[in-house]
């Protein structure tokens, strides 16, 4: 350390004095100068002292102060990112070059050599884009710790990036994003993933490998394909996991983009029921789900305690919606809950699922409601080719399915139950060589008869209309021509069934005598209620059904199973999450 020069004549106190002065006050001048160039010297000595410090810091660091440090850890409430925020689904052309702002979740992250690491960011669905995060020379905006902590980020945490967006060399094929890429200059960690995923992306987004909330008898999952295509992890090595791994994991499960693709169409499927039915001036309306008795069967209501009593939960919105057109209604619909205490472990049943319900004043024939539900059921589903055919595609990708086949205008395909049965007696497989049209079809045999329409037909939905009295509920009016058919029918799709409905009694004197046929007595619980609306008022003819809209869904797609259709599916084996 060199101490500042000192002029040894000031030090000395040899200074001559000025003009005019008395050496009493040169003498002051020259011990005040000497003061002064003493605290300039200690000045100089402090700085000198302070870089020394510096300089030895720097090496002791290796060189390698990091200038990056307030660019990325975890975030707290001072941090405020100002870019411009944009949604992957809405980058383009024009952002080109800019700094954004952007949340998502790591689904990927890997380091490129200490400089450089490449990261996939996803949002909602399935957007994803590339991240490259490399160190620059000058150590800011992103340094080598930068880099290093960017790509030890664990999988699924969730991050605030500060990024330029730019056009990558080549498109980045294992991004939905593929034109442009991040280069990010900030990276905060708002939530951080654990340190092993109990259900990683990959296997969460593959097809279940078995249903073990079902029977053994229920169908193995479809082999998965094309899944590689939605990410840059090498997902065939990636293993698939069982239906209770998935409904166990809920976060992990409903990140999967073909879970959340499959939630679009059913949501889809919804709206398009309510628009069809409401521009034809039906009206909603909202059934209760609990109550005071199990009119429609007693085996399979689920009760429970109300107050004193007792209250059950509606095993379907039947009675309600033929109230709203005693109410004087002339089209009604709902969408809610149906509750069924089935001990039923199979790919099609849950003990809850979503009604989608209708019913309708009718003027001359009940086809008029057949006919209205054909064209509800085809608006769907060609509403679903346009709106849904990205999800449909992804879903296609794990979930392989033969397109769903529709009929030509003017040529649906309605048959007589007992036209469906002639066809599996002279067509269908051996087994059903001798069926009845007397009996309810068995699932084996709607599915035979599916397949045989498929064949014949070229569609994937039908009608089977005028089922046996002996397989419809009491409120079913009979043919008057033929008593031992009803004026009901089912609806169907890939050979299962998705909808029953038909005429109701709309007359009390007939609505008791069919109650009388069936065992059932008129004044019990529950039902004098139900009969004594019709006593009340008179009530026009009407018909409706109810569709099942978790099989809609999963018969659309080919799902192995409702249950992947169903947001929180209930079964006999299954009350959480
Ligand atoms: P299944 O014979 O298949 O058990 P169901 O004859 O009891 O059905 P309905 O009472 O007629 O069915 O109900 C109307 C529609 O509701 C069915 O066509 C189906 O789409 C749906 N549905 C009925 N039960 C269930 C269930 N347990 N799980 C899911 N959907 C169901």
Not at 378 to 391: S, T
Not at 416 to 421: D, H, P, R
Not at 545 to 558: C, E, H, K, Q, S
Request: proline share 7%; hydrophobic share 35%.
């Amino acid at each position: 350390m060199s101490e500042a020069p000192v002029d040894p004549a000031q030090a000395s106190g040899a200074v001559p004095p000025a003009d005019g002065e008395s050496p009493a006050q040169s003498k002051k001048g020259a011990k005040k100068a000497e003061a002064k160039a003493k605290k300039e010297a200690e000045k100089a000595r402090k700085a000198a002292e302070r870089e020394a410090a510096a300089a030895a810091q720097k090496a002791a660091s290796g060189g390698n102060e990091d200038l990056a440090k307030d660019n990325y850890g975890d975030i707290h409430h001072t941090i405020k990112v100002a870019a411009e925020k944009v949604q992957l689904k809405h980058l383009g052309e024009e952002h080109v070059g800019k700094t954004v702002k952007v949340r998502a979740w790591i689904q990927n992250a890997r380091m490129q050599g200490a400089k450089m690491a490449f990261v996939e960011l996803r949002e909602e669905r399935n957007w994803t884009i590339q991240g490259v995060v490399s160190a620059s020379a000058e150590g800011e905006p992103v340094s080598k710790q930068m880099v290093k902590w960017v790509g030890a980020l664990r999988l699924e945490s969730f991050v605030l990036v500060e990024a330029t967006v730019q056009k990558p060399l080549e498109p980045v094929k294992s991004c939905r994003v593929s034109d442009y890429e991040l280069h990010p200059t900030k990276v905060y960690l708002i939530a951080p993933g654990p340190e092993v995923l109990p259900l990683g992306l990959n296997a969460s987004n593959r097809a279940i490998a078995s249903f073990d909330d079902e029977d053994p008898q229920a169908p193995a999952a479809a082999p998965a394909e094309g899944v590689e295509n939605l990410s840059i992890t090498d997902s065939a090595a990636a293993p698939s996991a069982s239906l209770s791994t998935h409904l166990n994991n809920p976060a992990m499960h409903k990140r999967a983009p073909v879970q959340q693709a499959i939630a679009d169409v059913r949501m889809t499927v919804r709206k398009l029921f309510s628009e069809y039915l409401e521009s034809k001036d039906f009206v909603q309306f909202e059934p209760p789900c609990l109550i005071g008795a199990a009119s429609e069967g007693g085996a399979n209501v689920f009760s429970l305690p109300y107050f004193d009593k007792q209250a059950f939960l509606a095993q379907s919105p039947q009675f309600y919606k033929q109230f709203e057109i005693a109410g004087g209604r002339k089209r009604v619909y709902c969408i809610g809950p149906v509750f069924r205490a089935e001990n039923s472990n199979t790919p099609r049943h849950m003990t809850e699922f979503t009604g989608l319900d209708l019913e309708m004043e009718i003027e001359d024939h009940y086809h008029e409601v057949l006919h209205m539900i054909e064209g509800v059921m085809l608006y769907i589903f060609r509403g679903l080719q346009e709106r849904c055919k990205d999800q449909i595609d992804l879903i296609r990708a794990i979930y392989p399915s033969d397109e769903f086949l529709l009929p030509e205008p003017g040529k649906e395909v309605r048959l007589t139950f007992a036209e469906g049965q002639k066809l599996l007696r002279e067509e269908g497989p051996e087994e059903f060589r001798n069926v009845s049209d007397d009996e309810d079809m068995s699932t084996p045999q709607e599915k035979a008869l599916g397949a045989l329409v498929r064949k014949k037909f070229g569609t994937d939905f039908y009608v089977l209309d005028k089922f046996p009295e002996s397989a419809r509920p009491f409120y079913t009016i009979e043919d008057p021509e033929n008593p031992k058919v009803t004026n009901a029918y089912d609806f169907f799709m890939r050979g299962q069934e998705i909808l029953s409905g038909g005429q109701r009694i709309h007359l009390p004197d007939l609505l008791e005598a069919r109650l009388r046929k069936k065992g059932i007595d008129p004044k019990s619980q529950g039902i004098k209620d139900y009969v004594d609306v019709f006593r009340s008022a008179g009530v026009p003819p009407h018909g409706g059904g109810g569709i099942g809209l978790d099989r809609v869904v999963a018969w659309y797609l080919n799902l192995p199973s409702v249950h992947l259709a169903s947001y929180y599916p209930r079964t006999p084996k299954r009350l959480t999450p």
